[in-house]
């Protein structure tokens, strides 16, 4: 989901103010990137293979609490991450009224 993927690396990034590695945006893995959109598609590939996917290694349902459970742990982070995503939603609404 966009709007999920914008709000972790919103919330890991400092709304795109600080980037763990050259253009990592997510501080994922400690991996350097050559450009932002690689560092999405990768990190987005990666929560889709084991987050997301029955089977996968950090598998607990496809919800953000399911997911939360193996990324971060922090209820704190789950609760971030809802409040720009619910943000983001906002924004997208207005605009498009």
């Known amino acids: 989901n966009a709007i999920f993927l914008c709000a972790v690396a919103a919330l890991e ?6 980037c763990f590695r050259p253009n990592n945006i997510f501080g994922w893995s400690g991996k350097d990137f050559s450009t932002k959109d690689e560092c999405i598609d990768f990190v987005a590939s990666k929560i889709a ?14 919800t953000l609490s399911g997911v939360n459970v193996c990324y971060n742990g922090n209820a704190f982070w789950e609760e971030k991450v809802s409040e720009i995503m619910a943000m983001i939603l906002r924004r997208i609404s207005a605009e498009n009224c």
């Open 49 to 62: 293979e084991h987050y997301l996917s029955e089977g996968g290694k950090y598998y607990n349902g496809k």
């Open 13 to 18: 990034s400092g709304w795109g103010r600080y």
